[in-house]
């Protein structure tokens, strides 16, 4: 048989099986087996020196023509394979079947009373300011007129870190830094941020939040920190709540006191309906009709010392612990559904 007429029965060979071919996979080796390196068509290319020389150009020439015939016939092919899963996956497709929602994320309800809080302060002209987590004794107690070696550190159950440093224990270390970097009054800030201590239960967590607010000016009284604060308050848990200041200590404030708002389940009354006609003990606030929410008082004039300002300043200080606000705010009882990460718990606050 002629080198030509073995190019044809090839080609022809190569179209019928293609033809059989029943399934894309099949096409495929087929590809191999006629058009590859080591295929059919490529074993009679490699015997051209049979031919007598003139022969040569017109056999090379017949073969690449069938080469590509082929290789066009095989794309049909394995386009119209394609086509027929495509087609069958669609059939599969049904319209009807209800759709998969996407999960939708939400903001942490800490994060939502934070910024509740801020909102709030900075309506009334108080500025956020935000400084480090890893603090020195300088910021977090020696400004803030806890001595050295004094019991008052006690309270504080600080996380010590080297080179000095430790774990700000509240974010009263912002009044320092605050002052210290406006150099005088007017100042007027709120610092929110993480505070740690060690300690760990049903309500403490060693990371906790806190707001801390700061005014310093000319004739600042405890009645601003009153006004300041039921406003506050009420604007976070209603128009009826009313305060309760008590005295109390901090180091950094002359007076200080314990601010106390009238309970916001049983309000005030310290008793509700038991369900069966008759009143029990309010749980929450323990049948006192008042909740502990934050502790302040007016700046020491130690810490104004401290940063530099005149003794004649005067200024208030509260700060706030932001998980014993939300859990009043939303009636939770364990602080650390608030650090478990349990979706079905954080889904409950999407706004
Ligand atoms: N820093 C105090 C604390 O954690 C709270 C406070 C802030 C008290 C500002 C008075 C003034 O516990």
Redesign the pocket.
């Known amino acids: 048989m002629t080198l030509i007429a073995e190019l044809e029965r090839t080609a022809a060979g190569l179209t019928a099986a293609l033809t059989d071919a029943a399934s894309a996979a099949e096409a495929e080796s087929l590809r191999n087996a006629y058009l590859g390196r080591k295929g059919e068509l490529a074993a009679l290319m490699s015997r051209l020196p049979e031919l007598p020389a003139d022969e040569r150009p017109a056999f090379g020439k017949a073969a690449n023509a069938v080469k590509e015939r082929l290789n066009r016939l095989l794309e049909e092919r394995l386009a119209a394979f394609k086509a027929e899963v495509d087609n069958a996956s669609l059939s599969r497709f049904d319209p009807s079947m209800p759709g998969r929602m996407p999960e939708r994320g939400s903001l942490h309800p800490l994060t939502l009373v934070l910024e509740e809080i801020c909102r709030i302060l900075n309506n009334l002209g108080f500025e956020t300011v935000d400084g480090p987590e890893a603090e020195t004794d300088f910021h977090n107690f020696e400004a803030l007129n806890f001595p050295r070696d004094h019991p008052a550190r006690d309270m504080q159950d600080t996380l010590f870190l080297a080179d000095g440093l430790l774990m700000r224990?509240?974010?009263?270390p912002m009044?320092v830094r605050a002052m210290l970097e406006r150099k005088k009054p007017p100042v007027a800030v709120i610092a929110p941020g993480k505070v740690y201590r060690r300690d760990y239960d049903q309500t403490h967590s060693p990371m906790f939040h806190?707001v801390?607010g700061l005014l310093v000016d000319e004739g600042v009284g405890l009645a601003h920190l009153r006004g300041v604060l039921t406003h506050l308050l009420r604007e976070l848990f209603g128009p009826d709540v009313t305060l309760r200041f008590r005295p109390s200590f901090?180091p950094?404030?002359e007076p200080?006191v314990e601010v106390d708002m009238s309970c916001v389940i049983c309000r005030g009354s310290g008793s509700r309906a038991d369900g069966k006609g008759g009143k029990e003990t309010c749980r929450v606030c323990k049948g006192t009709g008042w909740l502990e929410i934050?502790?302040?008082?007016m700046v020491d004039p130690a810490v104004f010392a401290a940063v530099g300002f005149s003794p004649a300043c005067t200024g208030f200080?509260?700060?706030m612990g932001v998980e014993r606000i939300a859990m009043l705010k939303y009636g939770i009882d364990d602080l650390r559904l608030f650090f478990e990460n349990d979706l079905r718990f954080l889904g409950r606050f999407v706004k």
């Open positions: 224990t509240h974010t009263s009044q806190q801390e901090f950094f404030t200080s934050l502790g302040a008082g200080a509260f700060g």
